[in-house]
């Protein structure tokens, strides 16, 4: 976990979470705090998504094409 401390302000943050800690800080009136924290996600590569999902709909097709068949 990494952890900054400016001042009486501690933050602290792992994967999951930031966390800060404002005990002891003050400030006047009409004082704000903006934080901008933004991620990527990878995408994942399917390369085998494609032929797996035309295999598993002509499995489909030809049980329900034998089924049709056998019941003539």
């Known amino acids: 976990m990494a952890s900054i ?3 009486p302000i501690t ?3 792992d994967a999951d979470e930031v966390l800060v800690n404002w005990t002891g800080a ?4 009409g004082s704000t705090a903006t934080f901008d924290i933004g991620y990527d ?3 994942v ?3 085998a ?3 797996l999902l035309a295999a598993a709909l002509g499995s ?3 049980l329900r ?3 049709t068949l056998s019941r003539r």
Do not use: D, M, V
Not at 26 to 29: A, D, E, F, L, V
């Open 5 to 7: 401390t400016i001042g």
């Open 11 to 13: 933050t602290s943050s």
């Open 26 to 29: 003050s400030y006047g009136t």
């Open 41 to 43: 996600i990878a995408p």
């Open 45 to 47: 590569p399917l390369p």
């Open 49 to 51: 998504g494609l032929p």
């Open 60 to 62: 489909l097709i030809a």
């Open 65 to 67: 094409r034998k089924r």
